[in-house]
């Protein structure tokens, strides 16, 4: 049989499009023979990656949020052809029910080790995971987190849907925005001492070394007292926060206790009263989604450093 060079270009062109797209995710390689039809995100960060990246109609549903969160007004927006499938975590009754084939999640972001709901679990009914790279520290080692943790879940979700160039649209932005506003920020010798207050009154949940408020702490020009600890989100001794004297306090707004019933337990507490951030009362409010990785990560850097130095 002949082929004229059209026909051969053609071909090799359809074998290109044809080709599987293999993504690190955490420990594991996942390869995709198509962009997936039926996806599902837990979790109001990584949903909101799913609709930057325009991926609306490629996706059965959400879960993961109005058991603990709200959503704003363009999250509603985006997500309003979408149902949410779960108000928590789901099952993965629920997932199969769905028909999904993808699900976006990552360690204690709709899946615990050892749960009923894992890459695993799912593999047998032909559900791929993709994990949120952040996440990663809870089932092995990792680097310490910083803001190539969120371009790596957008670039790697633009692979897996074949977005690619919309994918690298967007982190070019959010690069060239966070360079342009750090450089306008005046070089300190001695950066602020951040503590992050997720949660919690007899003890804190706070962001250590492999959360994302870590990142941008620093990006802000400040360091989060937390640093040295080794985990992700976890909770610490309010005895160890004393010791570390924060300068501000960075409050994660979620759930049932509200940002200023947060400030309220710290400025009221006789055992803070020596803390910098208490006396000068300084305190930022970060929103669950700007904290936690996702699109709103370069507008949270902003927030912070606004309240770290002022406009």
Not at 74 to 100: H, I, N, Q
Not at 102 to 115: D, H, I, L, R
Not at 131 to 138: A, Q
Not at 227 to 232: G, I, N
């Amino acid at each position: 049989m002949k082929y004229t060079l059209s026909a051969l270009a053609l071909a090799a062109s359809a074998g290109a499009a044809l080709a599987d797209t293999t993504v690190n995710s955490c420990n594991r390689e996942v390869t995709f023979d198509t962009p997936p039809k039926a996806a599902i995100s837990n979790d109001v960060n990584l949903t909101e990656m799913m609709l930057v990246l325009g991926l609306a109609d490629r996706m059965v549903g959400y879960t993961g949020i109005s058991g603990w969160k709200t959503l704003d007004e363009d999250m509603r927006a985006g997500v309003e052809e979408l149902p949410e499938l779960s108000a928590k975590y789901p099952t993965k009754e629920v997932l199969l029910g769905a028909d999904a084939d993808f699900y976006f999640a990552g360690w204690n972001y709709g899946m615990k080790v050892g749960g009923e709901v894992t890459p695993e679990t799912l593999a047998p009914f032909g559900i791929k995971v993709y994990e949120l790279t952040e996440s990663c520290i809870h089932i092995g080692d990792k680097p310490k987190v910083s803001m190539d943790d969120m371009y790596n879940d957008i670039a790697n979700l633009g692979k897996i849907f074949q977005v690619e160039d919309k994918a690298a649209a967007l982190i070019d932005g959010y690069k060239a925005d966070l360079a342009d506003f750090t450089a306008s920020l005046e070089t300190v010798d001695d950066p602020l001492r951040v503590f992050v207050y997720d949660s919690g009154e007899e003890s804190p949940f706070t962001a250590g070394r492999y959360a994302m408020p870590t990142a941008l702490i620093e990006a802000a020009g400040g360091k989060n007292i937390m640093d040295d600890f080794q985990k992700s989100w976890a909770t610490v001794t309010w005895e160890e926060v004393v010791e570390r004297n924060p300068e501000v306090v960075v409050i994660v707004n979620y759930g049932n206790v509200t940002a200023e019933e947060k400030r309220a337990f710290m400025m009221s507490n006789p055992a803070f009263a020596n803390l910098d951030a208490v006396k000068n009362d300084r305190f930022v409010t970060l929103e669950y989604v700007e904290a936690t990785p996702g699109p709103r990560n370069i507008n949270a850097v902003k927030k912070l450093a606004n309240g770290f130095w002022g406009e």
